[in-house]
T-cell receptor
């Protein structure tokens, strides 16, 4: 079945550590997105990529980094510079212009 | 930046009743989309209404759009306990695959 897979489902980070969240899609979508969701809140955009080897910062990019070396993959690294990383992270992808986004089931990141 | 604002923030109804959620936004849009999120899961697309449409139906869902008031409403008829979730509106205002802008959501509880 086509879809978006995020892994791991739960992740724990130690102080000073970088961690990488995986996002893979087999929908052949050009565009991919990373969002952060805090409890009871909406989605805030971290980074997005409209095409391979290109990406743009969203509203809250500080302390995060991404790469887009393959169409199917858009990993997110939460760096040690992100002082409050505890949140639910959602990855999404979309097809041709103005089409709905498809979401993965998220990764919940906590600090040890 | 959050463009859509849902109202109410939370809604509790009895099974069989109708649920209405509202969304207001600030700028011109290409389309407006509604998504559903079950607890701890990713978002699922429900319905998309284009800026030149006024009303759209999908099963028990009815969406209206009033571009003059920059507002939309989502009506769920004959609600079921399984409709318990958070509902988000998202506006598509840019060109190409620019990111959606999500509101903070309405948390719906349907009591059996």
């Amino acid at each position: 079945d086509g879809g978006i897979t995020q892994s791991p489902k739960y992740l724990f980070r130690k102080e000073g550590q970088n961690v990488t969240l995986s996002c893979e899609q087999n929908l052949n979508h050009d565009a991919m997105y990373w969002y952060r969701q805090d409890p009871g809140q909406g989605l805030r955009l971290i980074y997005y990529s409209q095409i391979v080897n290109d990406f743009q910062k969203g509203d809250i990019a500080e302390g995060y980094s991404v790469s887009r070396e393959k169409k199917e993959s858009f990993p997110l690294t939460v760096t040690s510079a992100q002082k409050n990383p505890t949140a639910f992270y959602l990855c999404a992808s979309s097809g041709p212009s103005h089409q709905p986004q498809h979401f993965g089931d998220g990764t919940r990141l906590s600090i040890l | 930046s959050q463009q859509g604002e849902e109202d109410p923030q939370a809604l509790s109804i009895q099974e069989g009743e109708n649920a209405t959620m509202n969304c207001s936004y600030k700028t011109s849009i290409n389309n407006l989309q509604w998504y559903r999120q079950n607890s701890g899961r990713g978002l699922v697309h429900l319905i998309l209404i284009r800026s030149n449409e006024r009303e759209k139906h999908s099963g028990r869902l009815r969406v209206t759009l009033d571009t003059s008031k920059k507002s939309s409403s989502l009506l769920i008829t004959a609600s079921r306990a399984a409709d318990t979730a958070s509902y988000f509106c998202a506006t598509d205002a840019g060109r190409g695959n620019t990111p959606l802008v999500f509101g903070k959501g309405t948390r719906l509880s349907v009591i059996a």
